[in-house]
């Protein structure tokens, strides 16, 4: 199968659950932002199976890399998990 975009999910979930577009598309939004919201808060999203979201506090980093020293200031970052029904299907 081909890599898919947002419109081509779109399709094929329409497709699918014999919904409109339209409805498709108004429901992966309200997904994505409830997503977004939750994790900008510090929460998690697990969606059993698939993936999960959350954040983490990483450490400020600093290393030698082809003779330069560089550093990376702490701060957050997301974290996606693969779920075992999606990791066991491929």
């Known amino acids: 199968m081909a890599n898919l975009g947002k419109s081509d ?3 094929a979930v ?3 659950v014999g919904k409109s577009k339209i409805e498709v598309a108004a429901t ?3 997904l994505e932002e409830v997503v977004t919201e939750t994790v900008k808060k510090g929460g998690s ?3 059993t199976g698939f993936v999960s979201f959350k954040t983490q506090t990483q450490a400020a ?3 030698v ?3 330069r020293k560089w550093t990376r200031p702490a701060g ?3 974290k996606a998990k693969v779920g075992n029904k ?3 299907a491929v």
Do not use: E, F, P, Y
């Open 61 to 63: 980093r600093s290393g």
């Open 45 to 47: 999203v697990i969606l």
């Open 14 to 16: 329409a497709d699918k």
């Open 86 to 88: 999606l990791k066991n």
């Open 28 to 30: 992966l939004n309200a």
């Open 65 to 67: 890399a082809m003779g």
């Open 9 to 11: 999910v779109i399709q």
């Open 76 to 78: 957050k970052v997301i």
